[in-house]
T-cell receptor, first 111, second 112 residues
Framework: GENVEQHPSTLSVQEGDSAVIKCTYSDSASNYFPWYKQELGKRPQLIIDIRSNVGEKKDQRIAVTLNKTAKHFSLHITETQPEDSAVYFCAASKRVYKYIFGTGTRLKVLA | DTEVTQTPKHLVMGMTNKKSLKCEQHMGHRAMYWYKQKAKKPPELMFVYSYEKLSINESVPSRFSPECPNSSLLNLHLHALQPEDSALYLC???????????FGQGTRLTVV
């Protein structure tokens, strides 16, 4: 069945360093890959997304890369700040309305 | 208005109670979703409405009953829940055919 693996499950970085979270999806028909940030007790918020016809997308300190051949996509956060601390979920979708979420990465940015 | 608003924020209910969760959006989105999220887990899709019609039901038990009275509102009626149904219930919306989903802040439900 459809599956998205996400690694690592927890990640601690020093403030100012970069953080990378990786996801692997199983269904080669997946064509949309969003990333959500969820702070404790709050809603998941869409922070960046990428479609299968694009290899990389940047938005200020955040970037996402997609390797369709390997079925990998990654979130890169540069110059991390304490407010980046949260749980990050990747997701893959081939079918409108249905996301397959990864298991989440708890990012801690240490001041 | 780019918000999805859910009420109540917190709900405690007994196993014999009937309650409803409400969700509202004014972004003109015609697809609305209910997700369930347990602690430290990703959201799990429960239901999707498209143009006010139920288009996806992920084999959710009948004690959860969704309703979409109009294009801006989505309800989830709860009856005879079990303690294991305690979770954060998230509503989301998106454009029809557009994959970007925006989540509400959720209702934290505790079944006692």
């Amino acid at each position: 069945g459809e599956n998205v693996e996400q690694h690592p499950s927890t990640l601690s970085v020093q403030e100012g360093d970069s953080a990378v979270i990786k996801c692997t999806y199983s269904d080669s028909a997946s064509n949309y890959f969003p990333w959500y940030k969820q702070e404790l007790g709050k809603r998941p918020q869409l922070i960046i997304d990428i479609r299968s016809n694009v290899g990389e997308k940047k938005d200020q300190r955040i970037a996402v890369t997609l390797n369709k051949t390997a079925k990998h996509f990654s979130l890169h956060i540069t110059e991390t700040q304490p407010e980046d601390s949260a749980v990050y979920f990747c997701a893959a979708s081939k079918r409108v309305y249905k996301y397959i979420f990864g298991t989440g990465t708890r990012l801690k940015v240490l001041a | 208005d780019t918000e999805v608003t859910q009420t109540p924020k917190h709900l405690v209910m007994g196993m014999t109670n009937k309650k409803s969760l409400k969700c509202e959006q004014h972004m003109g989105h015609r697809a609305m979703y209910w997700y369930k999220q347990k602690a430290k887990k990703p959201p799990e899709l429960m239901f999707v409405y498209s143009y006010e019609k139920l288009s996806i039901n992920e084999s959710v038990p009948s004690r959860f009953s969704p309703e979409c009275p109009n294009s801006s509102l989505l309800n989830l009626h709860l009856h005879a829940l079990q303690p294991e149904d305690s979770a954060l219930y998230l509503c989301a919306s998106s454009q029809v055919g557009g994959p970007e989903a925006f989540f509400g802040q959720g209702t934290r439900l505790t079944v006692v």
